[in-house]
């Protein structure tokens, strides 16, 4: 059934001229000029068809058609404003629904997330494997993507976009880095993710080339062997969500957290 569009700011108005029996205090409650009151009201009047205040010499006062409908209309003010809470509620719960690679949640968001929950007990975690996990299937509040920017999304970077050469002996291939060897060469092992050649490197199964930031952990720990200084990447490790979640006071403290903002 479709439903009749209802002037919710005249409604407003003529909820507020009726608690004070008064334009000019409606006006000063909601910030208006008290002909802005006025004319509200007659133009809800006129929709109506209706008279919905009367002049008298003690000043305004509510027809009989106005207090009919008065009490249904507050009520139904504050079932807005029960929604509006109830919205709101979604917004500043403590659980975070993330998707991150796994390799980058056991190696550095993991340890993160940790210590943001140690800060804040109440805080719930639900952690959703794969960078194109989507958005509304999954409610996501935040993705972590290994990529070359948030694209459509709002996003911040997570450290510098380097990569770090590892390990010795023979090229250890993955997606982000399929030809290690350049474009004709064919590296004797490879593997799913960057996580995977790392865990082949820390095993001695050769080197590879991976995101600055997930060797860190392993070298700082005598795990694996830096080769070579970080270089430039085009890709890096991105934190992404659509606006309306960037918004939530919720993921803002958790990104601030994260980026050390």
Request: hydrophobic share 45%.
């Amino acid at each position: 059934m479709k439903r009749t569009h209802l002037p919710l700011n005249a409604l407003r108005v003529f909820d507020a001229a009726a608690r004070h029996l008064s334009f000019t205090r409606a006006a000063d409650e909601l910030a208006v000029t008290p002909a802005a009151v006025g004319q509200q009201i007659r133009a809800l009047e006129d929709m109506l068809g209706v008279v919905l205040f009367r002049r008298t010499s003690k000043g305004l006062e509510l027809t009989d058609e106005a207090s009919a409908g008065l009490e249904s209309l507050r009520g139904g003010f504050l079932q807005f404003e029960d929604a509006v809470q109830q919205m709101q509620a979604g917004q500043s719960s403590h659980v975070y629904t993330i998707a991150a690679p796994r390799d980058f949640f056991a190696a550095w968001l993991a340890p993160r997330l940790a210590q943001f929950r140690a800060a804040n007990p109440e805080v719930r975690y639900s952690i959703v494997d794969g960078e194109e996990a989507d958005f509304t299937e999954a409610n996501l509040d935040l993705a972590v993507r290994w990529t070359e920017g948030p694209g459509d999304l709002e996003g911040v970077a997570l450290g510098a976009a380097e990569t770090i050469t590892v390990g010795e002996g023979d090229w250890i291939a993955w997606p982000g880095d399929a030809h290690p060897e350049g474009p004709e060469g064919d590296a004797p092992l490879s593997v799913g993710d960057a996580g995977l050649a790392l865990a082949a490197v820390v095993a001695g199964m050769g080197r590879a080339r991976i995101p600055a930031m997930l060797a860190a952990t392993s070298v700082e720990l005598g795990r694996v062997a830096a080769k070579s200084p970080a270089e430039p990447s085009r890709r890096g490790y991105w934190l992404v969500a659509p606006l309306p979640q960037w918004r939530q006071k919720k993921v803002k403290a958790l990104v601030a957290f994260l980026t050390g903002g």
